[in-house]
């Protein structure tokens, strides 16, 4: 019977977890062996992880007892959950609660939590610039997961609280440069002046496989994570040298942005005038050398653009 450490990840086929999963599998004489949390275990996804050797079981934030039966004999457990399925902060509480119980009945030791700061510390419902968001929030994809760390502090868990940060994934789903009127490609990134903390997806897994093998250090603690702190300008000269022309960096305003009609629009506007009237905390509270030590393979955004640049590259 292997001595190794089992550690459970819920979101094995998506972003954050499917990194973590991977990042387990590539160090097969490290101290862990995974645990592929899926609500489909016969999907192609699924079936990949058990083809490179995973143990993937079935499971549901909506269902407790599947849950504890997923976490039990686990050593630690990666909770992320994923506001953009139901688009509510009251669902995402729900499942974020559902998970910390079930956490703390399996016995696990250690939990990471796939959490984000509060905007409402930096941008208040009282601010009339904004819109108030579900009643209670200024930006419910962060709010909401601030509020529910309460749930795994209460919980008695031994928790490591990690704070990610905006995928730089988003550059292939409509945030990259597009083609103005001119011909010129032009990057529209509402931040100003302002850095823009960003990460490769698969590095928020990778880290927190880091979290994992630093055992109890970062118990009780908050980790921000990042992969690089950059400007506008400094994205777009990137994105010029990937694809060969010239991008300029137009940003628009805020306002501008929540009046696009953009699906999430609003939410998404919220959280561009989070970035940027938070800048200084929130780029603090994220140590790149720190991360790099957790995560030693961590890609600046010019390695992860070199390999995703015919996603961004506009028609």
């Not at 760390?149 to 031994?158: E, I, T």
């Not at 990259?176 to 990057?187: A, N, S, T, Y």
Request: no cysteine; hydrophobic share 40%; aromatic share 8%.
């Amino acid at each position: 019977m292997s001595d190794k450490k089992i550690i459970a990840v819920l979101g094995s086929t998506g972003a954050q977890g499917g990194g973590l999963v991977r990042a387990i599998l590539d160090a097969p004489d490290g101290p862990f062996t995974v645990r592929a949390i899926t609500r489909n275990a016969s999907s192609a996804k699924a079936g990949q992880l058990v083809e490179r050797g995973a143990e993937v079981v079935e499971a549901s934030l909506e269902d407790e007892d599947s849950l504890r039966r997923a976490f039990d004999g686990a050593h630690g457990a990666y909770v992320v959950t994923n506001f953009w399925e139901s688009m509510s902060a009251d669902v995402e509480l729900a499942q974020a609660a559902t998970a910390a119980r079930a956490v703390k009945a399996a016995g696990v030791a250690h939990a990471v939590w796939s959490t984000l700061e509060d905007t409402r510390e930096v941008i208040p419902v009282s601010d009339q610039r904004v819109p108030v968001l579900q009643d209670r929030y200024s930006v419910p994809h962060f709010d909401a997961k601030a509020e529910a760390d309460a749930f795994f502090r209460d919980s008695g868990v031994p928790t490591t609280y990690l704070r990610s940060t905006f995928y730089w994934e988003g550059f292939t789903q409509g945030f990259g440069p597009m083609r103005g009127e001119d011909g010129r490609l032009v990057l529209t990134l509402p931040i100003g002046e302002s850095r823009l903390a960003g990460i490769a997806a698969e590095d928020i897994g990778r880290t927190a496989h880091g979290v994992f093998a630093a055992g109890d250090d970062y118990t009780g603690k908050t980790v921000g994570i990042a992969g690089e702190h950059l400007t506008g300008a400094q994205y777009a000269a990137a994105f010029a040298d990937a694809l060969g022309e010239p991008v300029d960096h137009r940003p628009l305003t805020h306002d501008q942005f929540r009046s696009l009609g953009l699906p999430a629009g609003d939410e998404l506007g919220n959280m561009f005038q989070f970035y940027v009237e938070g800048e200084h905390d929130f780029v603090s509270a994220r140590d790149l050398d720190l991360v790099r030590t957790l995560n030693p393979r961590l890609q600046t955004f010019r390695s992860w653009l070199a390999q995703h640049v015919e996603a961004v590259r506009p028609a």
